[in-house]
């Protein structure tokens, strides 16, 4: 698993921020710290809470200098449709090909429902250089990350 202190797996991705668009890791530093947010699903309960969590402080993150990305199993169509029910400003990345949650070793199954290799609930918060200075992840998917604690590892990049 990512630990602090470990270069984020750099990757290529669909990006959903109402267009979508190609997204890799590394083009994107200069955007940090950098907050990548995995999560199970789309348009489940506690996933929609956590994003809507992520919208409601986006000011506070943004004027920390950080970027916000959610990051999902679900396609990049799907994903778009999620943004634009929650009314998101920031994008979320796709992970259809599940190759994020494998470099990142955050898969997850929910195998009474048939489904595998989902993203489990996650953040990690990147430097300018892709080093990993915050990592939370949980076995729970009902467990959502500290926000406040979040914003504080932001704080100490910035």
């Not at 994107?28 to 789309?42: Q, T």
Request: overall charge negative; proline content about 4%; charged content about 25%.
């Amino acid at each position: 698993m990512v630990s602090v202190g470990d270069s984020a797996p750099d990757f290529t991705a669909p990006l959903a921020n109402g267009d979508i668009e190609s997204f890799t890791l590394s083009e994107h530093l200069e955007d940090a710290p950098l907050v990548l947010a995995f999560f199970p699903g789309a348009f489940t309960s506690v996933c929609t809470h956590e994003m809507n969590h992520f919208q409601d402080d986006l000011a506070t993150f943004e004027d920390a200098g950080a970027s916000v990305y959610g990051i999902s199993v679900d396609s990049p169509f799907a994903l778009n449709e999620f943004r634009e029910k929650l009314g998101l400003e920031f994008g979320l990345i796709s992970d259809a090909d599940k190759e994020l949650v494998e470099a990142y070793d955050i898969a997850m199954d929910f195998t009474d429902l048939g489904v595998h290799d989902v993203a489990k609930r996650s953040v990690f918060v990147l430097d300018d250089d892709g080093v990993v200075q915050y990592a939370w992840v949980s076995d729970d998917p009902g467990v959502e990350p500290d926000y406040d604690e979040v914003l504080e590892a932001v704080e100490d990049i910035a």
